[in-house]
């Protein structure tokens, strides 16, 4: 039983590609016990309990994830065409709305990502009331400001100031988590004084 116990385990608790490994050990364990004559009952019995496993599994992980993140909810900034939100909702978060406003990035979004709502707008006209609340929000501020590839502007760039506007949006809406996103320079930028700037401006409303 220890075999059987350990397949059904191993199926339900990893993620859905790994399911591959827990068929192929259980056809293997299938062949051993048939070069053992192992009693045709303990077999059927073996071989119910894998695919009962299975079909459980593939219930749980429809959505890749979600069973043990089922409440979890995000919003996400400056969502681009969507690829974080991909990557968190991959982790089993519900992304349930998201903000972007290129044109052009937003028809590519909403093109792939039908069941989140998706505000074409400027994140300077956003109001408080038309952004829901979730447990995480995800952001990648603009990062032409910080970037090496670009004048580095910082704050004095008007795309840099927008961090100023998503901290008043973290501010109010008091999420568990945040999550940011830049270019590897914004550590280097301004000789460590941005970032500086932009950790003490966090751990002033809660966040560390």
């Known amino acids: 039983m220890?075999?059987?116990v350990t397949i059904f385990v191993f199926g339900m608790l990893t993620h859905y590609h790994f399911i591959i490994i827990s068929i192929l050990i259980?056809?293997?364990?299938?062949?051993i016990m048939l070069l053992k004559k192992v009693k045709i009952s303990r077999i059927l019995t073996y071989v119910g309990i894998?695919?009962?496993g299975l079909l459980i599994y593939s219930i749980i992980y429809k959505n890749?994830?979600?069973f043990f993140m089922i409440n979890v909810t995000a919003s996400s900034f400056f969502a681009g065409i969507g690829g974080t939100c991909i990557g968190f909702e991959q982790?089993?978060?519900k992304v349930?709305?998201?903000?972007?406003k290129d044109e052009n990035a937003c028809k590519t979004y909403k093109e792939n990502r039908k069941n989140t709502e998706l505000v074409q707008k400027d994140i300077r006209e956003l109001s408080i009331d038309e952004i829901p609340d979730t447990q995480i929000l995800i952001a990648g501020f603009?990062?032409?400001a910080f970037s090496i590839a670009g004048k580095r502007g910082g704050f004095n760039d008007e795309r840099g100031l927008l961090f100023f506007d998503l901290l008043k949006i973290i501010k109010a809406k008091k999420n568990d988590v945040i999550f940011l996103e830049n270019v590897k320079n914004l550590e280097n930028h301004d000789k460590g004084k941005t970032l500086k700037i932009i950790i003490n401006k966090l751990n002033e409303i809660g966040y560390h």
Not at 26 to 31: A, D, K, M, P
Not at 96 to 100: D, F, K, M, S, V
Request: hydrophobic share 55%; proline share 4%; charged share 15%.
């Open 96 to 100: 349930i709305w998201a903000n972007e």
């Open 64 to 66: 890749e994830g979600e």
């Open 50 to 52: 894998n695919v009962l």
């Open 26 to 31: 259980s056809v293997i364990l299938f062949i």
């Open 142 to 144: 603009p990062c032409q």
């Open 91 to 93: 982790a089993g978060v």
């Open 2 to 4: 220890v075999e059987l």
